[in-house]
């Protein structure tokens, strides 16, 4: 017997949550164990490694490009809010405005992070090079496949492709960014955490 689950666009009384919007927390809540578990795999190396400080400076790790990259993060958070706002006064042209600055900031981040990336094979540092390097590639490089991901599933909404749902069911599709903006954010929130921690501790 199948079981079909309704998309809805009303909350639901039993779960005070439309259903894509409550799938979306599960699956952040996955991702949350996730990067936990590498946060955590990161402590332990560093903690019981007493040379790990000497293959940070040895890195040359780039804080002011970064620093910027944390900064076009943050922007692109904020103009992704502005997308989902223009949304609901219903400004279709303005979330277009909006998503196509987050879309931007999304490929600035991208480039700035290739430029890291090149330097560093170029000073002959891979993952296997120290438990250092494995630690920033993986990192850096799975949020990098996340924020690839947003991009896809962002551009796809900016696209007409996309964004033609607007025109029969607006309110479906401003329900639609608001989820992908919960994974967004969380992305942004995760690289919060990983400049402090691997580019200035």
């Known amino acids: 017997m199948d079981i079909e689950i309704p998309y809805n666009v009303e909350e639901r009384k039993d779960t005070g949550l439309y259903n894509s919007k409550l ?35 040895e890195a040359h790790l780039n804080v002011p490009l970064a620093t910027l990259n944390t900064a076009v993060l943050i922007l692109s958070s904020v103009t992704f809010v502005m997308s989902w706002v223009s949304l609901k006064l219903k400004d279709l042209s303005k979330f277009k405005f909006y998503m196509g600055i987050t879309l931007l900031c999304s490929v600035i981040f991208l480039v700035i992070k290739y430029f890291e990336y090149t330097s560093k094979f170029d000073a002959g540092h891979f ?41 029969t069911e607006p309110e479906r599709f401003t329900n639609r960014i608001e989820v992908a903006g919960l994974y967004w954010h969380f992305v942004d929130l995760v690289w919060i955490f990983l400049f402090p921690s691997i580019y200035l501790l």
């Open 23 to 57: 799938g979306i927390w599960l699956f952040l809540a996955s991702e949350i164990m996730l990067f936990g578990a590498l946060f955590s795999t990161y402590i332990i190396l560093r903690t019981g490694d007493p040379f790990w400080m000497l293959h940070v400076k």
């Open 127 to 167: 993952p296997w090079t120290h438990n250092f390097y494995a630690v920033y590639f993986t990192m850096t490089g799975l949020h990098g496949l996340h924020i690839i991901g947003g991009i896809i599933v962002n551009a796809y909404f900016w696209l007409p492709v996309g964004s033609k749902m607007w025109n």
